[in-house]
């Protein structure tokens, strides 16, 4: 599944990536993969912003604001034709 690109919160530092694989394992939508026994962020348009990755990297290379999903939020709301309700504001950044 695709979201709208470029409104999510997931940040990815490949520098502390110390190559465990477990973001690789736990992603339900493949935003990750493995290239030479480090992670690489394959598709940031594909997360959801559940929060996976973030819990269970113990390099804290992966920032996410995790909840509902920002990308989500603004897709509901164009089909319903509401705004984006995702708990984001001007203060905490995001859409």
């Known amino acids: ?3 709208i690109e470029n409104v999510n919160t997931l940040k990815f530092d490949p520098v502390k990536c110390i190559g465990c694989g477990r973001c690789v394992d736990v ?7 493995m290239v030479d026994r480090k992670a ?3 598709d940031s348009n594909a997360c959801m912003e559940c929060g ?11 920032e996410v604001r995790e909840g ?11 089909l319903k034709g ?3 309700s995702c ?9």
């Open 1 to 3: 599944m695709k979201y």
């Open 27 to 33: 992603c339900p939508h493949a935003v990750f993969t």
């Open 40 to 42: 690489q962020l394959i």
């Open 52 to 62: 996976a990755c973030k819990k269970n990297c113990p390099a804290a290379a992966i």
């Open 68 to 78: 509902v999903g920002c990308a989500y939020a603004i897709v509901i709301g164009k």
């Open 82 to 84: 509401t705004e984006p």
């Open 87 to 95: 708990g984001c504001s001007e203060e905490t950044g995001c859409c």
